[in-house]
């Protein structure tokens, strides 16, 4: 009997052993099976696209509501243009007046421009007569003579020296002409010429009578009336008792010292002013050829035309930056007016409208709401011991309850690089303690069967 018992227990340990070995490898593949079968829950989303105008105004008219669908550029609302269109009509008026005014400038431009063309031909028709004319005296200079004092050829200086040496000249002998009047000017203020300056005008125009009487006598002989002859005579008789006494009266109010010195002053001014008239004369006679005043007048006539001109091409220049700054007003309020019409940027749903037809909304504010339901999108959480078994671009099923038996295509679009506590729905106190990672995963629906907010379950495949 006791035999039979120490054979019992050798069985009993081995029935256990094998009992306890395949608890084992349940459990083992227990866990390996929920390794490989990782999901969460998340709530399905879609892109929200906040549409908002870019200006402010007052809403004239809506044409989405919640729940439509809407293509991309399909109008949504309007805003009251009624401003924007009354800024316009005064720019296009402005604008209207600068093309007025380019035209004009245009035409001006034009005359200035003809004006410009007829005096460069008549500058070159003057030049050419000019040449023309100095050609027999510019080849007659090569042998012409000279003062035996002149010790240099006749063409060794060029023709722009002469003329600043003839200038020159006239600059000088006007200086000593000034000194000269100055001179007698000083001398004839003195006391005793007191009444010198009366008594030489009634000798000056004495003369002239004299020599007009002593004219009219001559013509008057050559005729056979005798009146004519001795009335002639009377008046030549009467001019000449006048310059006598005119003369008498004159040497009478100076001494022979006197009379000298006005005669040596007087004498001085003649030469001086000669001597200026005379260089004066040289000086518009080497005025010749391109020199000439001819042609130095239709010089200046054509750089007063081309000043023309140039002054003409600035106006329209500036007629023309009117109508651009214009034209670029009205280009500014044509854009500032197509933003009150307010479009779909992307095709989608509406999910939210906040304004009605008379509200005044500001630019930025969120009017309405557009859910692309093309583009949806799951986030769930993965606790952070089974972190490490996700990857970007992984696949996973996505299931509904609104569509029993049916899968969805989901693919891992972003992991977080950070863990945060689990979000506060969920139920349990284990869980919300458990730190999770964010997994985001993008989802297929080509049907369009998802919805935005729908519960929905997430199996990862492995990896």
């Known amino acids: 009997m006791h035999d039979k018992r120490l054979i019992l227990i050798p069985v009993l340990v081995i029935i256990i052993l094998v009992l306890a070995g395949g608890w084992y490898l349940s459990t083992r593949d227990q866990g390996n099976e929920a390794v490989t079968s990782l999901s969460s829950s998340g709530t399905v989303e879609a892109v929200d696209v906040i549409v908002s105008p870019e200006v402010s105004g007052k809403v004239v008219e809506v044409l989405a509501d919640e729940g439509d669908v809407v293509e991309a ?34 035409t001006t431009l034009d005359a200035a421009q003809a004006a410009v063309d007829a005096a460069q031909t008549q500058y070159d028709l003057e030049l050419a007569n000019a040449r023309l004319q100095e050609q027999p005296q510019r080849t007659s200079a090569w042998s012409a003579s000279q003062p035996t004092e002149f010790g240099l050829p006749t063409w060794y200086f060029t023709r722009t020296e002469t003329l600043a040496a003839a200038e ?48 009219v006598l001559e013509i008057a002989q050559t005729q056979n009336q005798r009146d004519v002859r001795d009335e002639a005579q009377s008046a030549f008789d009467a001019a000449k008792a006048e310059v006598d006494a005119a003369q008498q009266d004159y040497d009478a109010l100076l001494s022979d010292q006197e009379a000298a ?53 600035s106006v329209l220049k500036q007629a023309q930056t009117a109508v651009d700054q214009a034209q670029a007003q009205i280009d500014l309020i044509d854009v500032q007016i197509g933003k009150l019409t307010v479009s779909a940027a992307v095709g989608g749903v509406v999910l939210s409208r906040s304004i009605e037809t008379g509200e005044v909304v500001t630019a930025g504010a969120a009017a309405m709401t557009i859910g692309q339901l093309d583009k949806l999108s799951i986030t769930v959480y993965v606790p952070e011991d089974r972190y490490g078994e996700i990857a970007l671009g992984q696949s996973a099923k996505v299931t509904v309850d609104s569509f029993p038996g049916e899968t969805f295509q989901g693919t891992v679009v972003r992991i977080a690089d950070q863990a945060e506590f689990t979000p506060r729905n969920v139920q349990t106190d284990e869980g919300r303690r458990t730190t999770v990672f964010a997994v985001k995963l993008s989802v297929d629906d080509p049907e369009g069967k998802l919805k935005p907010g729908m519960p929905a379950d997430v199996v990862f495949d492995g990896k």
């Open 73 to 106: 550029g399909q109008v949504l609302f309007r805003l009251d243009d009624s401003l924007l269109s009354a800024q316009r009509t005064q720019a296009e008026t402005a604008l209207s007046a600068a093309k007025s005014g380019v035209e004009v400038a245009q």
């Open 168 to 215: 020159s000249e006239i600059k000088d002998s006007a200086d000593v002409l000034q000194a000269e009047k100055i001179y007698y000017a000083d001398l004839t203020s003195q006391p005793e010429y007191a009444e010198l300056a009366a008594a030489e005008e009634r000798l000056a125009k004495a003369q002239q009578a004299f020599l007009v009487a002593q004219d």
């Open 261 to 313: 010195d006005i005669l040596e002053a007087r004498a001085k001014l003649a030469v001086a002013q000669e001597r200026y008239d005379t260089a004066v004369d040289r000086y518009d006679a080497l005025l010749t050829g391109q020199d000439s005043l001819r042609v130095q007048a239709a010089s200046k006539a054509l750089k007063q035309a081309q000043t023309s001109l140039a002054q003409a091409d």
